[in-house]
């Protein structure tokens, strides 16, 4: 026995230093999540307008374009559990808070990350902000949440080539930096959106609508007013959405609206002041839409 | 818990000290350990289906012993059947009663009535086909005399319980697992690091083969649609590599880690794609379902003897009860009745244990012509039934044939993932220069005979594991 427990350890010795020390340097390299997770420690306190959401508010929503201290906290494919998370793991920070600003999607009602295709990025919620894991322990760890080429790119690039990855701004928001679609291309991205948001469960509908009213509550609890934001979206995209999950969502968000005097509804699903040179795709807005939502915004939250 | 996860990886270790170092001088105690182990293993997926497993035990302890105690045959066909009810009735409840709700409306809806009845939300319990199975098997062989029942119920329990194989078997016979919990293990030095090596295999089967394979059989099966026919061709054969690395892969690491314990598994999988018919192909593939199949059903119906007509009824019984025992889905029935279907020949012409004894090019390096020419037939008989077992439905299953049965089988396939093919080329060399064996590198040691030759090869495997590793994937027995 003794023989076998010395060549075990001997065997995966090496083993375990190799993982933990790429752990480590992966870890190590500059990602949005830890500086996100970063800016909301050590400025916490200043921020009067969060913003929190999707890639649709991550994308659209520019806080540069507004007259209050406003931090961009959303992010791709942030759904609404990890939103609440991440709000209620830096409620003490935010001192200064005046404003949330949740963007409503089609999806947050019924998704959360954990199920979906981008389940992988559970995490970097897990690893970078300390949210408790929801589901297996490889996604606990960098190197067996990815595949090994991806963390080898990201070695390679951050490490040798001396590469700072492309972050977001300080901010907390980040533009496209790709070029327009043709029409093809668009309708085709509207198609691919839309069978990933139209929900194929309703076993989350529940949860979300709780995170949502547990947000709600805390706003009420210390007067911190709440704006649900529908973003803009392309008909293309928004034709293809089930109807009663449209129905569904305005009726539920219409209705705390209703019975809240701190909340407040932006609908722009389909306003006809984005058209479709403010899209990068069917249901993302470019630079210049992401200008024009935020300077809207910031009319209707910061000035009035 | 996976065996392909973190957490195993921390519970495996933990679980072998305390069982070799802390509780190893008393048998009783090493017993309940395996007890407390495998129930913390199974909880990790459902606390609440532990008392199906816990009551299934006190049956069949009960049962066996009452078997030995009344020697009144009447009385004992009686405790038999409250046995084959309770276990197949958890089974049925479980796993089947949807099915049948859904088919009898289904029936009614032809004559234009629907019948008003409510399917269940019912969660399937892991493992429930493997460990009722095994329980089951304990029963009949006390019943016919062919086993003393244990008075030992810790040793009874660690006998239904035994985490390695709990959810997923081989599913064993009681005439050879029982006895091992009955009787103090020693650690041997040679059967751990084989254990590790199998386990090592099965991981790479698993996390390499599979998981690469689910990846592009996903995307075809789910879209067939949109394929031509070379692509559903190129999946099923996909998925075909999928379903054997991902089931033999868990059986490795099962019987691996049952050898880590002190414990002989029987083997589930001999290269069954190196098969030279469809007859040595079944007694290659998911072996202990196999045989169990032929011991307590096949055999008792009168197996191969009798007139024509009883040996085709009792083929197309088997493999249709087989395919049933897969799912509750009329798609693993055909698949079984495609199987009888294929079996059926050798049967009538007598030719159904031609290839028993041996493996394939058994003294050579290379298959003869023949043989080869027998293997890939074999493979593509399979392979086209396993499109039943992967598809959503018949309807499903039935256009992907129909796509592959036509013109378009001759295009160039419109997916064709280099990588996995060449992970797939590599997986079956490696398994055919190792089909002697029970698991392709078992004889490593005589290959690489230096240690450091050896290290360097796990490394190597180990190195594959972490970098070719798909998207983790549930064990797909796990469902059955």
């Known amino acids: 026995m003794k023989e076998f427990l010395k060549k075990i350890v001997l065997f995966f010795f090496p083993i375990i230093f190799i993982f933990c020390g790429a752990e480590y340097i992966l870890r190590h390299i500059p990602n949005d999540y830890s500086s996100k997770n970063n800016y909301l420690k050590q400025n916490g306190n200043e921020i009067e307008i969060l913003i929190l959401g999707s890639s649709h508010a991550y994308r659209g929503i520019n806080p540069s374009y507004f007259d209050c201290t406003t931090f961009n906290a959303a992010y791709v494919s942030q759904t609404i559990d990890y939103d609440y998370f991440i709000f209620k793991k830096f409620e003490k920070e935010l001192t200064s808070l005046e404003t949330i600003v949740l963007t409503i999607s089609p999806f947050t009602l019924y998704n959360q990350l954990q199920d979906g295709t981008e389940s992988w990025r559970v995490k970097n919620y897990s690893i970078y902000y300390q949210v408790p894991k929801k589901i297996e322990s490889h996604l606990d760890f960098e190197l067996t949440s990815m595949r090994s080429k991806v963390n080898f790119k990201r070695f390679y690039s951050y490490y040798l080539l001396k590469r700072t990855p492309n972050l977001s701004q300080e901010n907390g928001f980040k533009t496209f930096s790709l070029p327009q679609l043709s029409q093809n291309e668009f309708v085709k991205s509207a198609r ?82 984005f058209q479709r040179d403010h899209f990068q795709n069917a249901d993302h807005l470019n630079k210049k839409g992401a200008e024009k939502l935020s300077s809207y915004l910031n009319e209707k939250i910061c000035v009035n | 818990m996976l065996f392909n996860s973190i957490e195993y990886a921390f519970f495996l270790p933990i679980v072998f000290c305390l ?31 532990l008392s199906l497993i816990v009551f299934s035990t006190m049956v069949d302890y009960t049962i066996g012993n009452l078997l030995h105690h009344y020697k009144n045959n ?86 239904v319980s035994f985490f390695p194989q709990l959810v997923a078997g081989p599913i064993e016979r009681a005439t050879n697992l029982l006895p091992q919990f009955l009787k103090s293990r020693k650690f041997e030095h040679a059967q751990a690091v084989d254990g590790l090596r199998q386990i090592l295999w099965g991981l790479v089967k698993k996390v390499v083969v599979a998981d690469n394979c689910a990846h592009y059989v996903n995307i075809i099966f789910n879209n067939s649609a949109d394929y031509n026919g070379s692509t559903l061709l190129l999946g099923a054969i996909l998925f075909g590599f999928q379903i054997y690395c991902d089931f033999s892969g868990y059986s490795d690491i099962a019987i691996g880690t049952a050898r880590l314990f002190g414990f002989k598994l029987m083997q589930n999988f001999a290269f069954p794609y190196f098969s030279r018919d469809i007859a040595e192909f079944w007694r290659r593939w998911h072996i202990s379902l196999s045989t169990w199949f032929r011991d307590y059903l096949y055999i008792p119906l009168g197996g191969s003897r009798g007139s024509n007509f009883l040996k085709v009824r009792n083929v197309f019984i088997i493999f249709l009860v087989s395919g049933f025992w897969h799912g509750a889905n009329w798609t693993f029935i055909v698949w079984g009745f495609l199987n009888a279907l294929y079996f059926l020949p050798l049967l009538l012409l007598q030719k159904n244990r031609t290839n028993v004894s041996t493996v394939v090019a058994q003294n050579n390096w290379l298959p003869t012509g023949k043989e080869a020419i027998q293997m890939i037939i074999t493979f593509s008989l399979v392979s086209l039934a396993w499109v039943y077992f992967r598809a959503e439905n018949l309807l499903h299953a039935n256009d992907i044939l129909a796509e592959i049965g036509s013109a378009s089988l001759f295009s160039i396939p419109q997916v064709l993932p280099r990588l996995v093919l060449v992970i797939v080329i590599v997986f079956v060399l490696i398994e055919w220069f190792g089909r002697r064996n029970q698991y392709a590198i078992e004889s490593i040691e005589q290959v690489l005979k230096a240690r450091p030759l050896r290290w360097a ?14 998207n983790q994937q549930e064990f797909i027995y796990f469902q059955f």
């Open chain 1, 192 to 273: 691919e959106a839309s069978e990933r948001h139209n929900y194929k469960t309703l076993k989350r509908k529940k949860q979300n609508q709780n995170y949502i009213n547990n947000i709600v509550q805390y706003g009420k609890k210390n007067g911190i007013d709440i704006v649900f934001v529908f973003p803009p979206v392309s008909e293309d995209y928004y034709s293809l959405i089930q109807e009663n999950q449209k129905t569904e969502t305005r009726s539920f968000i219409g209705g705390l609206v209703k019975s809240n005097d701190h909340l407040y509804s932006v609908d722009l699903t389909t306003n006809e002041m």
């Open chain 2, 74 to 159: 009447n009385i004992r066909k009686a405790l038999l059947w409250v046995s084959i009810l309770v276990n197949l009735g958890f089974l049925g409840v479980f796993k089947y009663y949807n099915f049948f709700v859904d088919s009898f409306v289904d029936a009614f809806s032809l004559f234009g009535t629907k019948p008003n009845v409510s399917t269940l939300k019912i969660l399937l319990p892991v493992g429930i086909s493997f460990y009722t199975f095994q329980t089951l098997s304990y029963t009949i062989d006390v019943y016919r005399n062919k086993l003393t029942p244990t008075k030992n119920f810790i040793a009874f329990a660690a006998f």
């Open chain 2, 457 to 470: 090869f796990y490394f190597l495997l180990i190195f594959f594991i972490q970098s070719l590793a798909g």
């Open chain 2, 19 to 49: 069982y070799w170092f802390v509780t190893n001088k008393n048998l009783s105690l090493q017993n309940a350990f395996i007890v407390g182990a495998s129930y913390f293993f199974y909880g990790m997926w459902d606390w609440r289906f």
